[in-house]
């Protein structure tokens, strides 16, 4: 029991290659697959997260290899929707700055053995973004969307448009705008939170 958080932390990065390879594929089975292999992954981290709470499972080692995770994860599965021209490279951009800036800021507190708790931006923010993948995904193992937000916009009145792989592509991309949004918002309420830290005020950081 121990180290099923770790296990499962662990079947979410080797799962992240596969995403990514099929991703590069850019066929619409290859998005089915990928779906379906994202999905499970998605609930390895709320499993994985449950376990580590419900029974106490917490580790240093565990702790890394969640975040680790996480970040490897989204970062690059986006950074392959990138590749084949389905997100924009400056969502990308914004998204891995922030996790630099939060895991420097958790470095930085926790050498002077202080914790920056997460906050209710960062952790919409994963909910929201991993829909939006998700939804882009699904998207286009359903077919070819002809309505996007990205890169160009491309949005038409013509009925043949408004097809079930087209609503859901358009639909993520909308969530993919809202993530962008909460990713910035989360980095500033980090910085917030990290501001008596910045200052040399330790203590009211505890507080």
Not at 3 to 22: K, W
């Given at each position: 029991m121990q180290?099923?958080?770790?296990?499962?932390?662990?079947?979410?990065?080797?799962?992240?290659?596969?995403?990514?390879?099929?991703v590069l594929i850019n066929q619409h089975w290859a998005f089915l697959v990928a779906t379906v292999f994202f999905v499970l992954?998605?609930?390895?981290?709320?499993?994985?997260?449950?376990?580590?709470?419900?029974?106490?499972l917490v580790s240093s080692l565990g702790v890394f290899l969640d975040l680790t995770a996480d970040k490897v994860f989204v970062s690059s599965i986006l950074i392959a929707l990138v590749q084949i021209g389905l997100v924009p490279a400056w969502i990308v951009v914004i998204i891995v700055a922030?996790?630099?800036?939060?895991?420097?800021?958790?470095?930085?507190?926790a050498?002077?053995?202080?914790?920056?708790?997460?906050g209710r931006w960062g952790k919409q923010k994963t909910f929201i973004t991993l829909l939006a993948i998700g939804g882009i995904l699904l998207a286009?193992?359903?077919?070819?969307?002809?309505?996007?937000?990205?890169?160009?916009?491309?949005?038409?009145?013509?009925?043949?448009?408004?097809?079930?792989?087209?609503?859901?592509?358009?639909?993520?991309?909308?969530?993919l705008l809202l993530a962008t949004f909460w990713t910035i918002m989360s980095g500033v309420e980090y910085v917030l939170r990290a501001l008596p830290l910045l200052q040399g005020k330790e203590d009211r950081l505890r507080a």
């Open positions: 180290h099923i958080p770790n296990l499962l932390s662990l079947s979410r990065i080797a799962s992240t290659l596969l995403i990514f390879m099929l992954a998605s609930i390895t981290d709320l499993l994985d997260g449950y376990l580590a709470r419900r029974y106490h922030r996790e630099f800036l939060v895991t420097g800021l958790r470095s930085m507190a050498a002077r053995g202080t914790v920056i708790a997460a286009h193992g359903l077919g070819d969307p002809q309505l996007a937000l990205f890169p160009t916009p491309i949005l038409t009145s013509s009925p043949a448009a408004w097809s079930l792989s087209s609503l859901l592509h358009l639909l993520a991309d909308v969530a």
